[in-house]
C-alpha cells in the first residue's frame, strides 16, 4: 500500500486532488447543525440555567447550535471535579497516557472530512485551511506523544555523588485551565489540551464562544477513548466568568491561553496578584507580522509568500503577514505585480473549492476592517487594492470584504503597530536591509517573521537579527505563515508569547511539568 501523502498547508494550497470526503461531509454536518448541545463536568451533561446561539459567518441565516452559557459556578464546579481527578490521572502510567493521546489522534484522522466541514460552517475557513488544520490537530497530537515517549516520561538519571542516587522526575502540576481561540479551534485546542493531558495534569477547557462546537467535539474524541471522568471538563459560554474563576481559585495550577493581547496580559496579571505564590501562564497573544523583500528578492515568490501570507483565512491568523518592508529598488514592480494578483483572489463561500479568502468570523471584525481603510486613507495612505465590504447578494449574509493593501501612511501610525485580524497590508519602503529589519523590529510584538531575498548573507542576518520566535526566508507558501508540529516549533516573543518555548516544538511540553530532584542515599 503507497504511504499517504501527507497535508500541510503549502501542499494543499496547490492541491486540486482534495478527496470528495469533503463534499460529502459538508452535507452531513448540514443536517447536523442547530441542535443543542451541553456542558461536560465529571462526565456529566450539564446544562446552564441560560444559553446562546452561535451562527456560521458564511451565511447567518445557518445556525451552528445552541450552547450553554457557563458561568462561575459551573466553572468552579468543574475545577473541583478536575482536582479530584488529579491524583489517579497523575499516577496513571506515563505509558498508557501516551497510547490514549494517540487514540484521540485517531478520532481525529477518522473524522478529518466532518471536523474540516464543521471548521468551514462554524469558522468560515476554506477547504485547504480546514483540512490542513485537522491534518495539523493530528500531527500535535501524535507529535507530543513521541517527544514524551522519546524522553521516556522526562526522568533522567543524574550523576551519583558519595553513594547518593539522584533522579530528576518533571512532575505535573495539576488542574489547568484552557482557552482557545476561534481562528484554530481545533489544532490550537488539541495542542494545549493534549500537553497538559500527557503530562498528567488534568483539565477545565472552555472552547472559544464564537467557534464552541469544534471544541466540543474535540472533548467527544478524548471521552470517546476513555480518559476518566472529570480528567477532561468542558464548559462553554462567556470568557469573562470563565476568567474571574481561573485567575482567582486556589485549586487552578496553571492557565493555557491562546487569543488577543488584551485578554491575554488580563488573564496573566490577575493570576498572578490573586493567587497565594506565582504559577505557569502558558500564553500566546498575536503579532504586527512583518516581511522584508530586499533588492535580491525573487518577485515571483515573494509575490506568492505576502499574498498567501496576508490573506489566507482572510487575515485571521496570528501569523498573519500584516507589514512589508520592500527595497525601493524593487518596490514599483513588487506592488504592482501584488496588486494584480491580489485582485484576482476569489472571496466568497469557503464551502466552494474555488474560494481563497472567505468571509470575517464577525460583525466585529468587520467594524475593525471599516475602521482601518477610513483612518489610512484619512491620514494620507494610498489604497492599491481592495478597501470595500461585499454586500451584494450572498455576500450580504455574512462579513465579505476584499483583500486590501495600502501604502503612503508614516510609520508612527496606528496601523503599523496595531494587531487588526483582517485581511489588510501595509506596504512601505527602505533603501537598506539594515532600515528594514529595524522597522520590521519596531513593534512590541515578536511572533513570526519573513524575508524575501536570494542573498544568504542578507539572510543570515536576517536569522541574526529578528526579535521574533518563528522566522521564514523564502516561504512562497506563506510570507509569515504556516507553521507545523515536528517542523516549525510556533512560539512569539514580547508580548507575543510568555513561555519562549513553542507549541509543536521539543520543549513545549515542558511548560506543564515542574521538576522534583529525588535522591536516595
Given amino acids: 500500500m503507497a504511504k499517504k501523502k501527507k497535508l500541510t498547508y503549502t501542499s494543499l494550497l496547490d492541491n486540486k486532488e482534495i478527496d470528495s470526503g469533503y463534499e460529502l461531509a459538508l452535507e452531513t454536518v448540514r443536517r447536523e447543525l442547530g441542535q443543542h448541545h451541553p456542558m461536560y463536568i465529571g462526565g456529566r451533561r450539564v446544562a446552564a440555567i441560560e444559553d446562546f446561539e452561535t451562527r456560521s459567518p458564511i451565511d447567518t441565516d445557518l445556525v451552528i447550535g445552541t450552547f450553554q452559557k457557563g458561568g462561575e459556578a459551573e466553572t468552579r464546579s468543574a475545577v473541583a471535579e478536575a482536582t479530584e481527578s488529579f491524583p489517579a490521572w497523575s499516577e496513571t502510567d506515563w505509558k498508557e497516557r501516551v497510547r490514549i493521546i494517540r487514540a484521540v489522534a485517531d478520532v481525529i484522522e477518522e473524522q478529518s472530512f466532518l471536523l474540516a466541514a464543521l471548521m468551514t460552517y462554524e469558522a468560515g475557513k476554506n477547504r485547504f485551511e480546514a483540512l490542513a488544520e485537522v491534518c495539523e490537530a493530528i500531527e500535535m497530537l501524535r507529535y507530543n506523544c513521541a517527544i514524551y515517549e522519546e524522553k521516556e516520561g522526562f526522568t533522567v538519571p543524574m550523576s551519583e555523588v558519595t553513594g547518593e542516587r539522584s533522579v530528576s522526575a518533571m512532575k505535573p502540576y495539576g488542574t489547568w485551565a484552557i482557552i482557545s481561540p476561534f481562528n484554530f479551534p481545533l489544532v490550537l485546542a488539541a495542542g494545549m489540551v493534549s500537553a497538559a493531558l500527557l503530562t498528567g495534569n488534568t483539565v477545565v477547557f ?119 518592508y520592500v527595497d525601493s529598488a524593487v518596490a514599483p514592480d513588487f506592488i504592482e505585480r501584488l496588486r494584480v494578483k491580489t485582485e484576482e483572489v476569489i472571496v466568497g463561500d469557503p464551502r466552494k473549492s474555488t474560494v481563497f479568502v472567505g468571509p470575517l468570523i464577525d460583525r466585529t471584525a468587520l467594524a475593525k476592517f471599516k475602521d482601518a481603510v477610513e483612518d489610512g486613507q484619512q491620514d494620507g495612505g494610498t489604497l492599491i487594492a481592495g478597501g470595500t465590504v461585499l454586500l451584494d447578494g450572498a455576500y450580504g449574509k455574512g462579513c465579505y470584504v476584499r483583500p486590501t493593501i495600502m501604502t503612503g501612511l508614516p510609520r508612527s501610525h496606528r496601523l503599523f503597530r496595531d494587531e487588526l485580524f483582517v485581511p489588510f497590508i501595509l506596504i512601505d519602503t527602505v533603501t537598506s536591509l539594515e532600515e528594514g529589519l529595524r522597522e520590521a523590529n519596531a513593534t512590541e510584538y515578536g511572533l513570526t517573521a519573513g524575508i524575501f531575498s536570494e542573498d544568504e548573507d542578507e539572510i543570515q542576518r536576517f536569522f541574526a537579527s529578528m526579535q521574533f520566535g518563528v522566522c521564514y526566508a ?26 519562549g518555548k513553542g507549541a509543536g516544538g521539543p520543549y513545549y511540553l515542558l511548560s506543564y511539568m515542574r521538576e522534583q530532584t529525588q535522591t536516595r542515599a
Fill in 206 to 324: 472552555k472552547p472559544t464562544s464564537k467557534a464552541p462546537l469544534t471544541g466540543l467535539k474535540l472533548y467527544a474524541a478524548c471521552a470517546g477513548v476513555g480518559i476518566p471522568d472529570g480528567v477532561l471538563n468542558a464548559i462553554t459560554g462567556p470568557g469573562e466568568p470563565f476568567g474571574a474563576v481561573a485567575v482567582a481559585h486556589p485549586d487552578v495550577a496553571g492557565i493555557a491561553f491562546t487569543g488577543s493581547r488584551d485578554a491575554g496580559m488580563w488573564l496573566g496579571r490577575n493570576f498572578a496578584a490573586r493567587q497565594a505564590y506565582p504559577k505557569p501562564f502558558v500564553a500566546e497573544m498575536g503579532s504586527k507580522n512583518p516581511v522584508i523583500v530586499t533588492a535580491h528578492a525573487d518577485l515571483d515568490k515573494a509575490v506568492d509568500g505576502v499574498l498567501k501570507g496576508a490573506f489566507g483565512y482572510a487575515g485571521q491568523k496570528c501569523s498573519a503577514t500584516s507589514r512589508a
Fill in 474 to 499: 523564502n516561504r512562497r507558501g506563506g510570507a509569515t505563515t504556516g507553521a507545523w508540529p515536528g517542523v516549525q516549533p510556533f512560539g512569539g516573543w514580547k508580548a507575543s508569547g510568555l513561555t
